[in-house]
């Protein structure tokens, strides 16, 4: 069972350009979240969604930002014009469903990453 | 707003010797906490769980406890090994319970 993938691992982009990072979660899994860690600091939480609807973006900044899931393919985030401050590692999870209400169970499972480098 | 501090940016160790991880966390009561494990350039990995109900929890050379009145979690690495070295991270679930709320982590770096 393939773990949770990210792509690009590396993506670099001129400021003003966007940024688009994919999150292929691991099988059976409906729950998607997506984190990202700034240098010296913490993972911070973005944006969980679930099968075609966002569920909590309380995490996202109001602007530019935009995260999907589709009800086929990956999950994206979406970065419109990059600020050199978008610089960051940006980390996709996923959990299965849970066994009540519809909620994701407790535990997530992280990709790889993508490592964002505005210029 | 909750909080979660882990007690120290770097620890250093011999091996063999017993590695001790200290997380706190203020303004609620979660119903469980997790401990991770993040490699450089890599993603976090979950090691243990731990419920409100219990007082610690053991896998292989790993044990949790959970102090739901201090609101402290210590997070102890036995017979501590060079492959041990890594970036060890405490996480709760958000009030709403839609999202994991990260400590800084703490650096443990075992030498030899």
């Known amino acids: 069972n393939a773990g949770v993938m990210q792509n690009p691992r590396h993506l670099v982009r001129r400021r003003g350009q966007e940024a688009r990072l994919r999150c292929s979660p691991m099988?059976?899994?409906?729950?998607v979240y997506w984190y990202r860690q700034l240098p010296e600091e913490g993972l911070k939480f973005m944006v969980y969604l679930q099968k075609e609807n966002i569920i909590d973006e309380s995490g996202m900044p109001k602007e530019r930002f935009s995260a999907e899931f589709p009800k086929e393919g990956p999950s994206i985030l979406r970065i419109q014009q990059v600020v050199r401050g978008d610089s960051a590692a940006y980390f996709c999870?996923?959990?299965?469903?849970?066994?009540?209400?519809?909620?994701?169970?407790?535990?997530?499972?992280f990709g790889p990453g993508t490592r964002l480098t505005v210029l | 707003s909750q909080k979660i501090e882990q007690n120290s940016e770097a620890l250093n160790i011999q091996e063999g010797k017993t590695a001790t991880l200290t997380c706190n966390y203020t303004?609620?009561?979660?119903?469980?906490l997790q401990w991770y494990r993040q490699d450089p350039g890599r993603g976090p990995v979950f090691l243990l769980l731990i419920r409100e109900n219990e007082k610690e929890k053991r896998k292989e050379r790993l044990k949790v406890t959970f102090d739901t009145t201090l609101k402290q979690s210590l997070f102890h690495i036995t017979a501590s090994q060079p492959a041990d070295s890594a970036t060890y991270l405490c996480?709760?679930?958000?009030?709403?319970?839609?999202?994991?709320?990260f400590g800084k982590g703490t650096t443990l770096s075992v030498s030899s």
């Open positions: 999870a996923s959990s299965p469903p849970g066994t009540s209400g519809g909620a994701g169970t407790d535990t997530q499972y």
């Open positions: 996480a709760l679930p958000n009030q709403a319970g839609t999202a994991l709320i």
């Open positions: 303004n609620y009561s979660p119903a469980y």
């Open positions: 099988k059976g899994h409906s729950h």
